[in-house]
């Protein structure tokens, strides 16, 4: 298949990953939307394996993604998801989803202490709709602080910039990314593993993944760490390497406590 992009509206999401079951297409269909932090859906044979939205997985995040109204879409081929969180047909998956809208259960996560956000908007897109404490919490926000560590470096009460950052998520300044953190020693096992298949030069492209996605530094979350697999991966030329780099990968979530 061919590359595959436009707008999203109400209902296109569901239509779309109805044919691209139909058209039994695997790789990557990326979501982006002007206020809100992006998903991805991953397919396999047209079957959807793998769903992410923020800090959401699985059905949960197909849902708020079918909930949106605007965006953009884009289709690429051939890239392996990450992670499986998803199994059974699109129609099954897409009717579990509904439901979860229906019921009003697809809602904001939660933030508390521990929660990482990042921003996708200025803040002159919502200044007047925020309070002055939600919008210092706002220009303190790096993408991989927790919510914790903001308050400790601000030297603001946690209470306060938990409420905050709570603002900034309902407004739309902000979302949560994610509430887990990795250990740093998972990149220089996993490096290891992908040094184990391609040899020294696998180390290389890790360390120009970690720079294109600003990585280098600093703690690292869940979200971060699948677009860090996907980046490397996509540098196995060949399918049996990518998939045994992948099942290794999964081998040590596991081992770290970072699968579903």
Not at 48 to 64: N, T, W
Not at 139 to 161: E, H, N, Q
Not at 215 to 244: C, Y
Not at 255 to 260: H, N, P
Request: hydrophobic letters at 45%.
């Amino acid at each position: 298949m061919g590359a595959l992009y436009g707008d999203l509206e109400e209902g296109v999401l569901a239509n779309l990953l109805q044919y691209l079951a139909l058209s039994q297409a695997s790789g990557q269909l990326s979501l982006r939307h002007p206020t809100q932090a992006g998903g991805d859906v991953y397919l396999d044979d047209g079957c959807m394996v793998h769903v992410s939205a923020g800090a959401r997985e699985g059905v949960d995040a197909l849902a708020e993604l079918m909930a949106w109204q605007r965006g953009r879409f884009s289709f690429r081929g051939g890239v392996v998801a990450p992670r499986h969180t998803l199994s059974g047909s699109t129609d099954r998956l897409l009717l579990e989803a509904s439901h979860l809208l229906d019921s009003g259960r697809a809602g904001l996560p939660c933030v508390d202490e521990d929660t990482v956000l990042i921003t996708h908007t200025s803040a002159d897109d919502g200044r007047a709709a925020v309070s002055l404490a939600a919008l210092h919490v706002w220009r303190s926000v790096d993408g991989r602080s927790t919510v914790k560590a903001l308050a400790v470096a601000s030297g603001l009460p946690l209470a306060a910039v938990i409420e905050g950052a709570s603002e900034l998520v309902r407004s739309g300044l902000a979302a949560a990314t994610g509430t887990i953190l990795v250990d740093p020693a998972f990149v220089g096992a996993m490096t290891q593993e992908a040094v184990d298949i391609l040899g020294p030069v696998a180390k290389v492209f890790v360390e120009d993944a970690l720079f294109e996605l600003g990585l280098e530094d600093g703690p690292m979350t869940v979200g971060a760490l699948d677009e860090l697999i996907t980046t490397v991966a996509t540098q196995f030329r060949r399918s049996e390497w990518q998939h045994d780099f992948l099942s290794r990968v999964e081998r040590l979530r596991r081992d770290y406590g970072l699968s579903a």
